[in-house]
């Protein structure tokens, strides 16, 4: 089976968030709910430089997600490509998948009570297009791979 990976290139990344605000755009998140995020970690270089190294932290779709196994409603799946869904139509809003993760990953979209995470855009990864983060990253930092399990 194959699974999806979003990959930085942490040398090709400029701590810009453009990642981060296209996704909330594409997704009509309101204030608080974020789906990936830029981690700036202050780093010095040998030369005493001040340089700043970038993480991207998102969901991780979990071989065995805790998020699935905890939600009372069935409402969170994995496909057989990796990618781990949340259902809006049996989402209750309970919350107890974002307690479950051991990242916090699902957040609350307030405006309808429901949980979101990322989901690498599945319904554009059904069409043959890359996650928007990936498709809108300026200095093409991230990349949207496929990995081969054995
Ligand atoms: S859009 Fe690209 S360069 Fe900007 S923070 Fe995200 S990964 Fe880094
Ligand atoms: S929300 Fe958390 S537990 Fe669920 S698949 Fe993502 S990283 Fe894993
Ligand atoms: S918030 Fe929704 S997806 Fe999360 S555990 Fe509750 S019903 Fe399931």
Redesign the pocket.
């Known amino acids: 089976m194959n699974k999806y990976m979003i990959y930085l290139n942490t040398k090709r990344c400029i701590g810009c968030h453009g990642c981060e605000i296209h996704c909330k755009t594409n997704k009509k998140l309101p204030f608080g709910a974020i789906l990936c995020e830029i981690d700036h970690q202050p780093l010095t270089s040998i030369r005493g430089v001040p340089k700043t190294e970038f993480s991207f932290r998102s969901?991780?779709?979990?071989d065995e997600?805790?998020?699935?196994s905890i939600c009372p409603t069935g409402a969170?799946s994995k496909r057989e490509d990796g990618i781990?869904l949340v259902d809006e139509e049996k989402c209750i809003g309970c919350m107890a998948?974002a307690g479950?993760?051991?990242?916090g990953?699902?957040q609350l979209n307030q405006e309808k009570n429901k949980m979101v995470?990322c989901d690498f855009c599945v319904d554009r990864v059904d069409q043959g297009m890359e996650p928007v983060c990936v498709t809108k990253c300026t200095t093409q930092a991230l990349r949207f791979v496929t990995l081969t399990r054995f």
């Open positions: 969901c991780y779709q979990c997600p805790y998020c699935a969170i781990v998948c479950a993760c051991p990242w990953v699902p995470k």
